[in-house]
Nanobody, 121 residues
Framework: QVQLVESGGGLVQAGGSLRLSCAAS????????MGWYRQAPGKQHELVAA???????NYADSVKGRFTISRDNAKNTVYLQMNSLKPEDTAVYYC???????????????WGQGTQVTVSS
């Protein structure tokens, strides 16, 4: 089993910054892609940013230039630096990781419990 523990959410004023962290622990041989998703009230679950284990990144158009995703493979941790936050960034942010539990096994997708980010205007 694998656990993803998120931290770093909170309340911030528009224009401010927050940094989210997500640490994976448990039976891990390797982690392929890691990413952050979010869901706002009344809206669909959406990809915010993703990063491969070699560092390739992908961002939602709405956060390009403001958010930066990074990872520390030695710590099995992914980060999301969020700058120039807007009220429309308010949502629950979820961490996702595609974890290979043992060598030659297929990856399994895991989710964190979610962390609330609220941006006031």
């Amino acid at each position: 089993q694998v656990q993803l523990v998120e931290s770093g959410g909170g309340l911030v004023q528009a224009g401010g910054s927050l940094r989210l962290s997500c640490a994976a622990s448990g039976t891990i041989f390797n982690i392929n892609a890691m990413g952050w998703y979010r869901q706002a009230p009344g809206k669909q679950h959406e990809l915010v940013a993703a990063i491969t284990n070699s560092g390739g990144t992908n961002y939602a158009d709405s956060v390009k230039g403001r958010f930066t995703i990074s990872r520390d493979n030695a710590k099995n941790t992914v980060y999301l630096q969020m700058n120039s936050l807007k009220p429309e960034d308010t949502a629950v942010y979820y961490c996702n990781a595609d974890v290979v539990p043992y060598r030659f096994r297929a990856a399994v997708s895991y989710w964190g419990q979610g962390t609330q980010v609220t941006v006031s205007s």
